[in-house]
């Protein structure tokens, strides 16, 4: 089992930066691949962006991509996502989420999810 805890939302203004993160529990965190999902109201779950459990590999959306950066320390069991460039467009709840598979950019490929943090872009 794995427990998920997301922190670092808020409002900021666009072009603003934000930094999220991502807590797990236990000692299996190096175990699980991890991604990032956000899901604005009215809108379907999207993709944001996953890492390997060894932080070789990395993948994006496509509205994120050159703009947020995912990142992992496994010695303290969290993952960041790192988001500049702010856009209103990038206002939604963001979940983070642990696989046991490789980085999916589909939500059913993980076990695992937060509550989410919200952010807020304002114009």
């Known amino acids: 089992q794995v427990q998920l805890v997301e922190s670092g939302g808020g409002l900021v203004q666009a072009g603003g930066s934000l930094r999220l993160s991502c807590a797990a529990s236990?000692?299996?965190?190096?175990?699980?691949?991890m991604g990032w999902f956000r899901q604005a109201p009215g809108k379907e779950r999207e993709f944001v962006a996953a890492i390997y459990r060894s932080a070789s590999t990395t993948t994006y959306g496509d509205s994120v991509k050159g703009r947020f950066t995912i990142s992992r320390d496994n010695d303290k069991n969290t993952v960041y996502l790192q988001m500049n460039s702010l856009k209103p467009e990038d206002t939604a709840v963001y979940f983070c989420a642990a696989a046991r598979g490789g980085p999916s950019i589909f939500a059913t490929a993980y076990d695992y999810w937060g509550h989410g943090t919200q952010v807020t872009v304002s114009s």
């Open positions: 236990g000692r299996t965190f190096n175990t699980y691949s």
